[in-house]
């Protein structure tokens, strides 16, 4: 029940933008989308989440399209500890069942 | 206290032996998860603890068994596992309605069956 799709790798020069593209076009009305990712086999590390408007925080932003099919995370000045796989996860369910829907990930390789 | 604590992080075990892995969080989460992980692929979810009570088994052999003695506290016993059960086995909490920073993940323990 692959609810997201992602590109398997990209790259980004250092200290440049690097945006991650994801498509979640079953998306449910309530269903939010998350950002994860993971450094070398450590645990997965938050990065952002959204339902309907852009977000931004200390780390990334967020950009959901207005039908909710497609969203991009955007790292804005990219550095070599960024390196990672980065998930694109819709979050499913309701109550005690809720549940993340995990794509395969994008591994972003940062470059000098 | 913003961590999710997961020991060992290391684990070999044979085939006829009985463990277990545990996790320990003192954020006031009341949500638990444990997630299996093989190499170069998504976490898996396993089980889901809310208040302490099992709500999600996605049809985990019952060889793998947790529990959740109380809410700061969720362990994984294993017991007859496989050589395919090598993984990494993450643990992971929230708030029930979790917000606003989701999800805080344990950094695994690293399951080798020999």
């Known amino acids: 029940d692959a609810k997201t799709t992602q590109p398997p790798s990209m790259d980004c020069a250092e200290g440049r933008a690097a945006n991650l593209p994801c498509n979640h076009s079953t998306i449910s009305g309530n269903e939010y989308v998350y950002w994860y990712r993971q450094i070398h086999s450590q645990g997965p590390q938050y990065i952002i989440h959204g339902l309907k408007n852009n977000e931004t925080n200390e780390m990334a932003s967020l950009i959901i399209t207005e039908d909710r099919k497609s969203s991009t995370l955007i790292l804005p000045h990219a550095t070599l500890r960024d390196t990672a796989v980065y998930y694109c996860?819709?979050?499913?369910?309701?109550?005690?069942?809720?549940?993340?829907?995990w794509g395969l990930g994008t591994s972003l390789a940062v470059n000098p | 206290d913003t961590e999710v604590t997961q020991t060992p992080k290391h684990l070999v075990m044979g085939m006829t032996n009985k463990k277990s892995l545990k996790c320990e969080q003192h954020?006031?989460?009341?949500?638990m998860y444990w997630y299996k992980q093989k190499a170069k692929k998504p976490p898996e979810l396993m089980f889901v603890y809310s208040y302490e009570k099992l709500s999600i088994n996605e049809s985990v052999p019952s060889r793998f068994s947790p529990e959740c003695p109380n809410s700061s506290l969720l362990n994984l016993h294993l017991h007859a596992l496989q050589p395919e059960d090598s993984a990494l086995y993450l643990c992971?909490?929230?708030?029930?309605?979790?917000?606003?920073?989701?999800?805080?993940f344990g950094s695994g323990t690293r399951l080798t069956v020999v």
């Open positions: 992971a909490s929230s708030q029930v309605v979790p917000r606003p920073y989701g999800y805080t």
């Open positions: 996860i819709v979050r499913v369910g309701a109550g005690n069942n809720r549940k993340l829907i």
């Open positions: 954020m006031g989460h009341r949500a």
